[in-house]
């Protein structure tokens, strides 16, 4: 299958104090896809994830970073930005260009400014990523992301991961993940479960099988055409190719460059080509950040 490269990341203007450059008008593709894919979203802790969730966020408006949000000879690996999603405040920290996580409401800006400071402070002191770790702390019904004993994030309805899954737990664990991939900056073992609750245990229990290699991507040349299971080829729906896996199976792909993760069907044959074990829909890419690359190496746990 054909894969479409390179797709350019969409320039968004923001506050007063934030403004990004103007970028080509190809990214329009990468609008539609944003704009119309489903949402991945897992029901394994239902007393956790309150209707409320994230009513007013839709992360297809976080902005994309300027290209000088990398870390430096300084030590510096985080960065945020301000705007407002309808009118509400909001913050969005960055490491290596990749959106970790959202702040809402109005101490949006000092609520990310705290956090960027220590992240920062985390990654010039070399924390040994597996240090953290993912917890549910039955006393306050919340979720906190640790780094040892230390409490680093609070989860909660105006603290999310950037690109929301809208599951409370799979959004710590993403977080989490991120975290220990980008302040290490090596391939590094993503958590699988959180501390602390029987209900992400049901999650992890939830796989039959897990395997290891390398994604890629295919879309606007296939969008409408019947796919091999009979139904037809929507390139912004949550949905996989892969060449034996019975249709409708529940996969969970993540992506191992930087520890996003996104909940796919079966619903096509393929890849054919080279090395690749998986063919994710364009929608799918876009979720783990795979897009511009073309490719990239995953681990894919099939769900029961």
Not at 144 to 154: F, K, R, S, Y
Not at 214 to 226: E, K, L, N, T
Request: net charge negative.
């Amino acid at each position: 299958m054909n894969k479409k490269l390179g797709l350019s990341l969409t320039a968004i203007l923001l506050t007063a104090t934030h403004t990004f450059p103007a970028q080509s008008s190809t990214t329009r593709v990468e609008d539609s896809m944003r704009q119309q894919r489903e949402r991945s979203i897992l029901s394994s802790d239902q007393t956790a994830s309150p209707s409320s969730w994230l009513q007013a966020f839709n992360p297809n408006k976080h902005p994309t970073p300027p290209t000088d949000s990398t870390s430096d000879s300084n030590g510096v690996i985080s960065s945020f930005y301000d705007y407002e999603i309808d009118g509400t405040p909001a913050t969005t920290i960055y490491m290596e260009q990749i959106p970790v996580i959202t702040f809402l409401k109005e101490n949006s800006s000092q609520n990310a400014t705290q956090l960027s400071d220590r992240l920062n402070q985390l990654y010039r002191d070399n924390v040994d990523p597996e240090t953290i770790t993912a917890h549910w702390n039955d006393e306050s019904k919340s979720y906190t992301i640790n780094v040892g004993d230390e409490v680093l994030i609070t989860m909660n309805e105006n603290t999310i991961l950037a690109d929301t899954t809208e599951n409370p737990a799979e959004d710590t664990r993403q977080v989490a993940n991120r975290l220990r991939r980008l302040l290490s900056g090596n391939t590094v073992d993503y958590l699988s479960e959180i501390e602390g609750t029987a209900q992400i245990q049901a999650l992890s229990s939830q796989v039959v099988r897990e395997t290891r290699g390398v994604a890629s991507w295919y879309g606007p040349g296939f969008h409408g055409r019947q796919s091999a299971s009979g139904e037809r080829f929507n390139q912004n729906s949550l949905t996989a190719a892969h060449r034996s896996l019975p249709f409708g199976t529940m996969v969970r792909v993540t992506n191992l460059n930087n520890g996003r993760t996104v909940v796919v069907r079966i619903n096509d044959r393929g890849p054919y080509s080279g090395n690749r074990i998986l063919d994710l829909s364009a929608g799918a890419a876009q979720q783990i950040g795979m897009i511009s690359t073309g490719v990239a190496p995953i681990r894919l746990e099939i769900l029961r």
